[in-house]
């Protein structure tokens, strides 16, 4: 009879089922590990379609655009052309590539450091954006020439007086951004905000 009454408790299978829910966190306010999970597949997925939109389309620049020949687009403002920059993005600290590709590795590095943490999407989508534009034009500086580390990156978007610049730029560019953004409103990378007790 006893042991009739203990497998009928309800109360300890609910016990039992809020230890799973909450992973062994014994404040119960952990989100689940999948979320963790979700999250940093988000980036990676997001980071792997920015890579490959970013080489599809420098090779396809790179097939079809010739030097100092302009293809127009949108009357004199947008134009394809095609521009190997040794700098960082839109031209930039041109006359240090292998300090640039150093900094670009250790931008990787990071990212990826803090993608085990990750829990919100947002910061997910931001840091995303980023590894995928950082390993679109370390691709170039490895395997291009002049040589490994000192590989000049394909730019070929021009758009009125702003420098020429390619998908790997416009998504570092729109990462950064949205970090700050998030930064600023106080969202952590784990979905807290600061000055809210978790």
């Known amino acids: 009879m006893d042991d009739e009454r203990v ?3 309800p109360t300890a299978e609910n016990e039992t089922d809020a ?3 909450n992973d062994g966190d014994p404040s119960g306010s952990a989100p689940p590990q999948p979320v963790k999970h979700q999250r940093r597949l988000l980036l990676f997925v997001i980071a792997g379609v920015v890579l490959a939109t970013d080489l599809l389309t420098k090779i396809l620049a790179v097939a ?5 020949r302009p293809v ?5 403002i947008v134009s ?7 700098g960082a993005a839109f031209s930039m600290a041109t006359g240090m590539t292998w300090l640039l590709t150093l900094v670009a590795v250790g931008v990787v590095i990071g ?3 803090i993608g085990r943490t990750l829990r919100s999407p947002w910061w997910a989508l931001g840091l ?8 679109g034009n370390l691709v170039d500086r490895f395997f291009r020439a002049p040589g490994v580390m000192q590989g000049h990156v394909v730019d070929f978007v021009s758009v009125g ?7 790997a730029d416009s998504g570092i560019v729109c990462g950064a951004i949205l970090l700050v953004v998030l930064t600023l409103i106080g969202l952590e990378p784990d979905g807290t905000r600061k000055g809210v007790e978790k």
């Not at 079809?64 to 100092?68: K, L, Q, R, W, Y």
């Not at 995303?128 to 390993?135: E, I, T």
């Open 7 to 9: 497998s009928q408790d």
């Open 19 to 21: 230890e799973d829910r």
């Open 64 to 68: 079809n655009i010739e030097p100092g």
């Open 72 to 76: 127009w687009l949108i009357g004199d």
């Open 80 to 86: 394809l052309r095609l521009v190997r920059n040794p």
């Open 111 to 113: 990212v990826v450091r």
């Open 128 to 135: 995303g954006l980023v590894l995928g534009g950082a390993l």
């Open 161 to 167: 007086w702003w420098p020429v610049f390619n998908v």
